[in-house]
């Protein structure tokens, strides 16, 4: 089986929302923090964290993406126990058994969008239409099936002769500069 954890591939998160998600939390859709809300009085990182978070379900952060990844049925049921938990104390659930119907429900959701390779990326956008949330999620894949480099990584180069110079940056940035008239 398959579930959704969030993922920070840079800073952003933290600025745009209120409460970013650590990552590899396990996440849901979260829409249902939104359901009782009235969309004219959403705004600022509230209103991000409508428009395109998915809910970290450790910290209730917000992810701008989630990774689709492998998951055991004993992890899946301990999400869904911790879920049902965090329902009945931090959300007022009537009782454990509509706290765990709840949970259940939106595993099966966030299990639903990952229908697609282990490491793909999904984001999300949300709207109000006509008094309802409505989601469109999209895929975020590696072209070629191949994962993507990461921003500053080294690469060893086999074959390339070293130069033999040494650049002492410190040095450099004290020298004034030449004048090339």
Do not use: Y
Request: with cysteine; charged share 30%.
């Amino acid at each position: 089986m398959k579930l959704i954890r969030t993922i920070r591939l840079d800073p952003s998160d933290t600025f745009v929302f209120e409460r970013a998600a650590e990552p590899g939390e396990w996440a849901i859709s979260g829409a249902f923090i939104f359901a009782e809300a009235e969309p004219d009085a959403i705004d600022g990182k509230v209103r991000a964290a409508f428009r395109s978070g998915f809910l970290g379900t450790s910290s209730l952060g917000w992810s701008t993406l989630v990774q689709v990844v492998a998951a055991s049925e004993a992890e899946r049921a301990r999400l869904v126990d911790a879920l049902a938990q965090t329902l009945c104390e931090r959300f007022d659930a009537p009782d454990r058994a509509a706290a765990r119907a709840a949970a259940e429900e939106e595993v099966a959701f966030a299990a639903s969008l990952c229908d697609h390779p282990a490491d793909t990326l999904i984001a999300v956008q949300r709207t109000f239409e006509g008094g309802v949330i409505r989601e469109t999620f999209r895929t975020l894949q590696p072209r070629g099936g191949r994962k993507p480099a990461r921003a500053f990584s080294f690469l060893e180069i086999e074959g390339d002769e070293e130069t033999g110079e040494d650049v002492n940056l410190v040095t450099l940035a004290r020298e004034k500069p030449r004048d090339e008239t």
